[in-house]
């Protein structure tokens, strides 16, 4: 089915005028509108302004262009439908074989800090979604782009088979372009649902990535949707698995807390060990020395590419999966002779990915919560304790703070100020997890003299607080809040222990 005639009207211009170039090459008549059509007249390729097309004008400042029977009656009309034929030659209807349409951007304008309700209303789009969703539903007859990522696979086809796409294709890009308009349709509703406090659904649609070879456990069936793969990239290794998948994002979340150069590695989503410096080779022997033995089988992540010496060091272990920004070719090819480890470069994630909500599943329902991205202010202000921390205790006690954040609750972190010393998690006490990060770190042959204990949420009692500093630490790290507050603020004092309240508890379930 030969591509005779296009209808092109986007927002994001991006790589549309070489598209619309080759496809008046191809013979393709072009019908565009508004500042698409503008642009087509700068670069000099013939088309149609889709006034001239409908015989109608543009009206109410640009709101009505293409809500019109020459366009949707050109899209929609079954083109083997004998009747169908004869209504649309009996009102000078003319086919349209491919759309090329994106949308206003929405969720852009009402994330702009300042943005009023009035400005969020105009960036709806009416006719955008109207030509798609005519488009899509006829797509045995019709393409219909709306992902500029998608012009060349068009281009491509229409090369090959001459001028047409194949209907595979054209069902493919239908399925993007519902997808599409499903998640515009509920970014307006979610933003107007919070603006106008009303009662709302929640809705999700996420394209299917990758059937994946099990779940959680070999009995257990699983996929992966959405675009995790726009963000992680593997390039090395076997497929990854479900586990795998949890463990990456739980360490992408982790590695974000740190700007100096860190590594760390997870097991089960926990960390096992976190370790910072200049040398990245440092910094892993610094996680490393944490717990040498629940590492095995675990994920590794640097957010700075994998040098050489750092590949060499942690080569020396069994891991399942590594991830950086990059990795050096000497490291990466010392890395590729084991056949089954899993490389992955971590692509830097935009501001939207990171404000997404957190989604966990439960029996008849779905639990929606902000992501937890609440940062200590001014920790200098917030001192409770006698005796302030000194510059090295201060930096230990916001090393353990980033890390007791990603740590399952009840979870208690030992620190130094650029290295875990010992991490107790996902105890039912929050004393048994103090006492088991003691025990990790004597385990390991680290000393906590001088060290910072963080908590994720606050000492309902002065019992931890002691045994810290009969341990050796020297400062903690808490939220506050409990109705004993005094009673562990005078332990802190009574054995010369700095304390920061944060007012922030991290609970991980």
């Not at 300042?114 to 798609?132: F, H, N, Q, S, Y």
């Not at 488009?135 to 086809?157: E, F, I, M, S």
């Amino acid at each position: 089915m030969r591509i005779h005639r296009a209808l092109v009207s986007v927002y994001d211009k991006e790589g549309i005028v070489p598209f619309v170039r080759r496809l008046h090459e191809l013979g393709v008549e072009i019908v565009s509108t508004g500042g698409t059509a503008a642009l087509l007249k700068d670069e000099g390729i013939p088309h149609v302004e889709v006034e001239k097309y409908t015989g109608f004008p543009e009206m109410l400042s640009g709101r009505v262009k293409t809500l019109h029977p020459k366009v949707h009656g050109g899209l929609l009309y079954l083109r083997n439908n004998p009747d169908h034929r004869r209504e649309v030659e009996a009102n000078g209807i003319l086919p349209i074989d491919l759309v090329v349409v994106n949308l206003y951007p929405f969720q852009a304008t009402v994330e702009r800090p300042g943005t009023t309700r009035e400005e969020a209303l105009e960036k709806i789009d009416i006719g955008g979604p109207a030509m798609l969703r005519s488009a899509a539903k006829n797509y045995q007859d019709v393409t219909v782009v709306t992902d500029p990522r998608d012009y060349p696979v068009v281009l491509k086809q229409m090369e090959e088979h001459d001028g047409a796409t194949t209907l595979k294709l054209r069902e493919q890009l239908a399925i993007k372009v519902f997808l599409t308009t499903a998640q515009y349709d509920q970014a307006i509703s979610d933003y107007l649902n919070r603006e106008q406090e009303t009662a709302g659904s929640f809705l999700i649609s996420v394209p299917l990535e990758s059937r994946l070879r099990y779940g959680e456990n070999p009995h257990q069936n699983a996929s992966l949707y959405g675009h995790f793969q726009d963000y992680f990239q593997k390039f090395h290794g076997k497929e990854l698995s479900f586990n795998n998948i949890l463990d990456i994002n739980a360490a992408a979340n982790l590695i974000d807390e740190f700007i100096e150069p860190t590594v760390a590695i997870l097991k089960h989503t926990n960390p096992c060990g976190v370790g910072s410096d200049p040398d990245l080779r440092e910094a892993w022997m610094k996680a490393f020395a944490t717990d040498k033995q629940a590492p095995f089988g675990g994920i590794i992540i640097a957010n700075r590419p994998v040098t050489e010496p750092l590949a060499r060091a942690i080569s020396e272990i069994f891991s399942e999966v590594i991830i950086a920004p990059d990795f050096e070719s000497d490291a990466r090819a010392l890395l590729q002779k084991k056949k089954n480890l899993r490389l992955i470069r971590a692509r830097e994630r935009d501001e939207q990915v990171q404000s997404q909500p957190d989604m966990r599943s439960v029996l008849g329902g779905l639990l929606v919560q902000d992501r937890d991205n609440a940062k200590v202010q001014e920790p200098e202000r917030q001192v409770v304790s006698a005796r302030p921390p000194t510059a090295d205790e201060m930096k230990a006690m916001l090393f353990g703070w980033c890390v007791v954040k990603h740590v399952k609750s009840n979870a208690i972190v030992y620190a130094g100020k650029d290295r875990t010393l010992g991490i107790g998690a996902g105890q039912m006490s929050r004393v048994d997890a103090s006492k088991i990060a003691i025990w990790k770190a004597n385990e390991a042959g680290l000393s906590l003299k001088g060290s910072a204990v963080a908590s994720d949420a606050f000492f309902p009692f002065p019992d931890s607080v002691i045994a810290a500093a009969e341990a050796g630490a020297t400062a903690v790290i808490q939220p506050g809040g409990s109705i004993r507050d005094e009673e562990v603020i005078r332990a802190a004092n009574d054995h010369d222990v700095a304390m920061v309240f944060t007012g922030i508890r991290h609970f991980r379930h």
